[in-house]
């Protein structure tokens, strides 16, 4: 049985908005290349995902390319 979504970020997702919010936009990589740590492009990445499935990131697509950026402002979360 899945998990409900929580509310919070866990420790991981907001190290990953928090590099959202200061660059405004970015790909996984540019993400990836900033958290402590050195983790995985793919463990990023299912992140990224899990933050889009709660409504906190967007993404638009150009080329092959995506652009994650904040789906709320910082001060709401």
């Known amino acids: 049985m899945a998990r409900k979504p929580s509310k919070?970020?866990?420790?991981r997702e907001l190290?990953?908005?928090?590099v959202?919010?200061?660059m405004g936009e970015a790909?996984?990589?540019?993400?990836?290349?900033?958290?402590?740590?050195?983790?995985?492009?793919n463990s990023v990445l299912t992140i990224i995902r899990v933050l889009e499935r709660k409504g906190r990131l967007v993404?638009?697509?150009e080329g092959k390319t995506y652009f994650y950026r904040a789906g709320e402002s910082?001060?709401?979360?």
């Open 59 to 61: 993404h638009r697509v």
């Open 27 to 41: 790909t996984v990589k540019e993400i990836q290349q900033r958290l402590p740590g050195d983790p995985h492009y």
């Open 20 to 22: 959202v919010w200061q």
């Open 8 to 11: 919070g970020f866990t420790d």
């Open 15 to 18: 190290e990953i908005m928090n």
């Open 74 to 77: 910082e001060e709401k979360s």
